[in-house]
């Protein structure tokens, strides 16, 4: 209670010197950069004042520049302690006259003071003792405590006090902290766990949810928010698995699981489980994390480059022929029907199935291609289909997707179709009629949204005779036919096609061959390509890495191809003859000379070369006619 004399006191008693009180914004700053400190202060400065039996003292807290955060005591103290001390908020009192005051010795000494009475340099201040203990965080002085009291006699518990309450302070701000960066963590630790593409969920030993994350929610077909604090049995129409790690205490990882919700949805995914246990060993909790096996397919495609990196552009030909195949693949490209490609090894079968799929809606989906004839006959099938966990003895843990899986969402090109055993033919024929496929050893069913491309240089009705091809699957590839021609039956092309390798295979090999001379494209124009594109750009790689100047020449093509030539000159004749090319070259102008009677412009025609280009040769082999 203010009395009428301490009423009469503040009206006219002395003030303390008029000192500086923060303007109001640089005071809200300094509070919002002090609010732990004030927070956790609070607590301390209500409880000592409700602790003390007298009335006569303040108690306030400051910053570590004696800026006065906190006030808290009896009204008429806090009046008086306000004239004598210019204790208020947001005073400065580091500008105080008195620097040997409670609160500037704590501060300057970083340890607790005590200054009584007229210990005091301003007069104002001498009716007063004052005890001040510093708050220090990791060695760094946060502010003071003050317990000032309107008394000159010292108090001998007050400085005691004071210092147990800014400890107290001390400690109750550093829980604060730690709990706030156990918040922070939980914030990240969350965003990540609510960030990954994989669904994760945790449960207690009793095998109730502690933790599910939105993903996991998706997959269980469960409110994420519902579910925590009940039974994951309570959540799935299965049994969950999850429920064996807390009976066995071992985890296990990338387990393949199919899993059927309460809303009847289907995932077909990859399970990790762990078990958590805390500090004595002791079994608390199950982490589970769980993926959808089309994003692990996904990046196992990517990984592998399971892409078709060749377009229509790169199917080089002006020839007619070469233009309707194209035309024909370009139609097929808009659809998704099943598409056979016929024509012989090393013609573009698979650069035309990859041109397809890229031309296709389904781009941006996996190309799988597998050469039916390159593989062993007992791998096919699981290679194709995947075999199921503990298919057989060697498998992978756990099982493995086949081709088929990985091609999901995009195309599967099946090359050397005509090569696949019979036995693996009715289950190809199942995908090719209702996309599904069993994996070897397994009994799920998984549906594929496939693209099947198949292609071959077989006769596949004739297989089909022979019963080695079944009708029935031919049938089905048979809905859209492109047939690739031979290299030997589009010999227009052969000079484009060259200058695309010399081009293709330079960059390759970083060589500088810009072309090819006349004479030796015309060697190339007249063979038969047995092996066709493939052959050419084969003996195109060789020339280039022999050749030492700008342009490959007949020296640089293999003897077969120039024999084969001069074979078609004069076929009765055996050449078993060895001889260097340029003898070669020369041998074979003498005798189209010879067959031609010396018609220059004949046998120019039948070379393949100008009339001045064989004037030339002649020079050079001193050749007459
Ligand atoms: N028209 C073309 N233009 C450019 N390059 C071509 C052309 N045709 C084929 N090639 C090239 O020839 C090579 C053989 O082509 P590809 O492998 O597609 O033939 P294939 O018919 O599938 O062969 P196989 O029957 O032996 O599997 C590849 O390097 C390909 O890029």
């Known amino acids: 209670m203010i009395?009428?004399?301490?009423?009469?006191?503040?009206?006219?008693?002395?003030?303390?010197?008029?000192?500086?009180?923060?303007?109001?914004?640089?005071?809200?700053?300094?509070?919002?950069n002090n609010s732990i400190l004030i927070e956790n202060a609070k607590v301390f400065m209500d409880y000592l004042l409700s602790f003390m039996q007298e009335k006569n003292f303040t108690i306030i807290l400051t910053d570590k520049n004696a800026n006065v955060l906190e006030i808290v005591g009896g009204e008429y103290i806090l009046q008086r302690s306000k004239k004598d001390l210019n204790f208020l908020k947001g005073a400065i009192l580091n500008e105080s006259l008195d620097e040997k005051s409670a609160i500037n010795l704590a501060i300057k000494h970083k340890s607790p003071s005590q200054v009584c009475g007229d210990e005091h340099q301003e007069p104002s201040h001498k009716n007063w003792s004052c005890y001040a203990a510093p708050i220090m965080i990791e060695e760094e002085l946060m502010g003071t405590l003050c317990l000032s009291a309107y008394t000159k006699e010292p108090n001998a518990k007050a400085l005691g006090m004071i210092i147990a309450s800014a400890k107290g302070i001390e400690n109750q701000i550093k829980n604060h902290l730690k709990t706030l960066k156990i918040q922070e963590q939980m914030k990240y630790q969350s965003a990540i766990v609510e960030n990954i593409s994989e669904?994760?969920?945790?449960?207690?030993?009793?095998?109730?949810?502690?933790?599910?994350?939105?993903?996991?929610?998706?997959?269980?077909?469960?409110?994420k928010v519902e579910s925590i604090g009940r039974h994951i049995g309570d959540l799935v129409p299965f049994k969950p698995i999850?429920?064996?790690?807390?009976?066995?205490?071992?985890?296990?990882?990338?387990?393949?699981?199919?899993l059927e919700n309460y809303k009847g949805e289907k995932f077909h995914l990859l399970k990790t489980a762990n078990p958590i246990r805390d500090e004595n060993g002791e079994l608390i909790g199950v982490i589970d994390i769980f993926k959808e096996i089309k994003y692990v397919k996904k990046m196992v495609n990517s990984m592998l480059g399971a892409k078709a990196s060749f377009t229509f552009d790169d199917i080089v030909g002006d020839s007619s022929k070469i233009q309707e195949s194209i035309a024909i693949a370009k139609n097929a490209a808009q659809?998704?029907?099943?598409?056979?490609?016929?024509?012989?090894?090393?013609?573009?079968?698979?650069?035309?199935?990859?041109?397809?799929?890229?031309?296709?809606?389904?781009?941006?989906?996996p190309f799988i291609a597998i050469n039916c004839a390159?593989?062993?006959?007992?791998?096919?099938?699981?290679?194709?289909?995947?075999?199921?966990?503990?298919?057989?003895?060697?498998?992978?843990?756990?099982?493995?997707?086949?081709?088929?899986?990985?091609?999901?969402?995009?195309?599967?090109?099946?090359?050397?179709?005509?090569?696949?055993?019979?036995?693996?033919?009715?289950?190809?024929?199942?995908?090719?009629?209702d996309r599904k496929v069993v994996r070897v050893g397994g009994d799920n069913v998984f549906k594929v949204d496939v693209r099947i491309i198949a292609a071959t240089n077989k006769n596949l009705q004739e297989a089909c005779k022979a019963n080695e091809f079944r009708w029935d699957i031919y049938y089905r590839l048979n809905v859209l036919t492109i047939n690739v021609p031979p290299l030997r039956k589009r010999k227009e092309d052969i000079e484009v096609i060259t200058l695309h390798l010399i081009k293709k295979i330079n960059k390759r090999l970083e060589k500088v061959v810009t072309g090819i001379t006349e004479s030796a494209l015309n060697v190339l124009k007249s063979n038969s390509w047995k092996g066709n594109v493939r052959e050419l750009e084969n003996i195109l790689e060789r020339a280039i890495n022999v050749c030492e100047g700008n342009e490959i020449d007949i020296q640089q093509l293999p003897e077969n191809i120039i024999s084969e030539q001069s074979m078609i000159v004069d076929n009765n004749e055996d050449f078993f003859e060895i001889m260097s090319l340029e003898e070669?070259?020369?041998?074979?102008?003498?005798?189209?000379?010879?067959?031609?009677?010396?018609?220059i412009s004949k046998a120019s025609k039948v070379l393949s070369v100008s009339r001045n280009t064989l004037y030339n040769k002649m020079e050079k082999y001193r050749l007459t006619i």
């Open 3 to 32: 009395n009428k004399e301490s009423m009469e006191f503040l009206k006219t008693g002395s003030m303390a010197k008029d000192r500086n009180v923060l303007p109001k914004e640089l005071f809200e700053r300094i509070i919002a």
């Open 199 to 223: 669904g994760f969920l945790m449960i207690d030993n009793k095998g109730v949810v502690t933790y599910l994350n939105e993903k996991g929610s998706k997959i269980l077909g469960v409110n």
């Open 242 to 258: 999850i429920l064996e790690v807390l009976s066995t205490g071992k985890g296990y990882t990338d387990r393949e699981y199919v």
């Open 335 to 365: 659809s998704s029907s099943n598409t056979l490609i016929l024509g012989e090894s090393g013609t573009g079968k698979e650069l035309f199935a990859q041109a397809i799929h890229n031309h296709s809606s389904r781009r941006n989906g």
């Open 374 to 433: 390159a593989m062993p006959k007992e791998l096919i099938e699981s290679e194709l289909f995947g075999y199921a966990a503990g298919a057989f003895t060697g498998g992978i843990k756990g099982g493995r997707p086949g081709k088929f899986e990985l091609a999901n969402g995009g195309t599967i090109f099946l090359d050397e179709i005509g090569d696949m055993p019979i036995s693996v033919q009715a289950k190809l024929l199942r995908v090719l009629q």
């Open 584 to 599: 070669m070259e020369r041998k074979l102008i003498e005798k189209i000379l010879i067959h031609c009677k010396g018609n």
